[in-house]
């Protein structure tokens, strides 16, 4: 067991923490291919 794990910290090799990575990418809104599939609908429903 990493030293990380065994102090409760989910890191990345690099020292990122992964879960605050997580918690900002859920709170950042939509994907790009959320995007290009929401446009594709919108067009798709005009037609």
Known sequence: ???D???GK???ASGTD????KKLNSESGL???Q???LLGKQYFNKK
């Open 1 to 3: 067991m990493r030293n």
């Open 5 to 7: 794990q065994s102090r």
């Open 10 to 12: 989910n890191q990345a």
């Open 18 to 21: 992964i879960d605050e990575v």
């Open 31 to 33: 994907t790009y291919n």
């Open 35 to 37: 995007v290009k599939q």
